[in-house]
């Protein structure tokens, strides 16, 4: 375990570069494996969820070699696992590679990390039965699995919620394509996460599948025995990590400016900025980058509806600590069900600190301004909340200890490396991969 100190930071200043996009790094990287031919990948994230999806992509027959900046993906008809693929705590590793395992004539097993064996996916496993393919939970030397059959999907009809997982949806995007038969999903509930889908959509398109989905995502209709063709991408920056550096700049009023992001992208938390304008902040998106002016003053309460960036509750509500008023983070709920219950988790070590933030199951009320304090924080595992606990702490009296801190892994290994580099007082944290 290794702790990261930050200690409370008059200013910031300077550039520096998004991380690239680990939701666009994992479904380019799916899609090209399942493609006939070699694709490249430029700038893809390191980091340990992205690592999960190589693991996967290589156990079901893809080929990747190349270097850091740069992958060469051969792809493959999916074959069999010959061992079990370790998918970490990568929820959408899991998730969308279990239906692409089903296109193999033979089985493969996937194993996981202790939090995601918390989370969710009984619905996808109960629409791919629907869809003629068998996979099931079973114990693996002790550790929680699934085990899929393989022998191909069907195709046909099935029902899904739309509010659990997007990525239950993403998942049967990647492998319908390649089903016997047409596929018809009719979503039940409204979906959630809309921007994910859209981003799989994109990818795919790019990959010369084809699909069409309803106005109000409440039905995709997906055609049968379609070929994956090779594309190269570049990664584009990522809002979702970003949203931290944009929220420590304007937390401690700074001037800032962060490259690497493209507002044409369809990431659906590129609504940061919306939500940091409403706030008061002072900002200017530029052609690939993000400025924050630094002469904003108090910022301003808000209200967030969470249900299609739930990725931005963590920094939204860290950002209401600093906001006059009373903020309100609301249809929040799926967050119980990520890496940590994230409502609980934030509504904990966020106390510690002082803030006057109440909790129901699915939302947050934070009364701002606090007058936050150092404190020892627990991040429970999830890299979301140790970001936004440490950009809470830039503004906070004294000296705030995130425990566990190397969890930033998950998403962008270069946070407490990228605070520092924009002059936060910042001990510990090279996680640089």
């Not at 702790?3 to 790094?25: M, W």
């Not at 694709?39 to 690592?51: V, W, Y």
């Not at 969470?306 to 799926?334: F, M, Q």
């Not at 140790?386 to 969890?407: K, Q, S, Y």
């Amino acid at each position: 375990m290794t702790d990261v100190i930050i200690r409370k930071t008059a200013k910031l200043q300077g550039e520096v570069c998004a991380p690239p996009s680990k939701a666009y790094t994992q479904r380019m990287l799916i899609a090209a494996a399942l493609s006939r031919g070699t694709s490249r990948i430029s700038g893809p994230l390191a980091s340990d969820d992205t690592d999960a999806t190589l693991r996967a992509v290589k156990g079901l027959g893809a080929k990747v070699t190349g270097t850091r900046d740069c992958w060469m993906v051969e792809g493959a008809a999916p074959k069999g696992a010959k061992s079990p693929i370790d998918c970490g705590e990568s929820g959408a590793t899991l998730r969308f590679m279990v239906p692409v395992a089903a296109l193999a004539p033979e089985p493969s097993v996937f194993i996981f990390g202790s939090s995601l064996g918390r989370r969710p996916i009984e619905p996808l496993l109960h629409s791919l039965k629907q869809l003629g393919a068998e996979a099931h939970f079973q114990n693996q030397g002790g550790k929680p699995s699934i085990y899929v059959q393989g022998g191909g999907i069907s195709g046909g009809e099935t029902t899904i919620r739309g509010d659990v997982s997007s990525q239950f949806i993403s998942g049967l995007m990647f492998a319908c394509p390649m089903a016997r038969n047409d596929t018809e999903i009719t979503i039940t509930t409204p979906l959630e996460s809309k921007g994910y889908v859209q981003m799989t959509r994109e990818v795919l398109a790019e990959h010369g599948i084809k699909m069409s989905i309803a106005e109000d995502f409440s039905r995709l209709s997906i055609p049968s025995q379609q070929t994956y063709k090779p594309c190269d991408h570049r990664v584009p920056g990522d809002f979702s990590s970003a949203a931290f550096l944009l929220a420590a700049a304007a937390i401690t009023n700074s001037e800032v400016t962060v490259k690497n992001l493209d507002y044409t992208t369809v990431q659906g938390d590129k609504t940061i900025l919306e939500i940091l304008k409403q706030m008061g902040v002072n900002g200017r998106v530029c052609p690939g980058s993000v400025e924050i002016k630094g002469d904003s003053g108090l910022l301003k309460a808000v209200d967030v509806d969470a249900r299609n960036v739930p990725d931005l509750v963590p920094v939204c509500a860290a950002l209401a600590c600093y906001a006059e008023g009373t903020s309100k983070i609301h249809d929040a709920g799926r967050l119980r069900f990520k890496e940590s219950d994230r409502l609980l988790s934030l509504y904990l070590e966020l106390k510690k600190m002082g803030a006057d933030v109440a909790m129901t199951e699915s939302s947050l009320t934070v009364k701002g301004p606090s007058a936050l304090h150092g404190a020892t924080i627990d991040p429970h595992g999830d890299h979301r909340i140790a970001m936004a606990c440490a950009v809470a702490a830039l503004g906070a009296e004294g000296e705030t200890t995130i425990r566990d801190a190397e969890c930033v892994r998950k998403s962008y290994p270069r946070f407490f490396t990228d605070l520092r580099l924009l002059g936060a007082d910042v001990v510990g944290g090279e996680f640089d991969r």
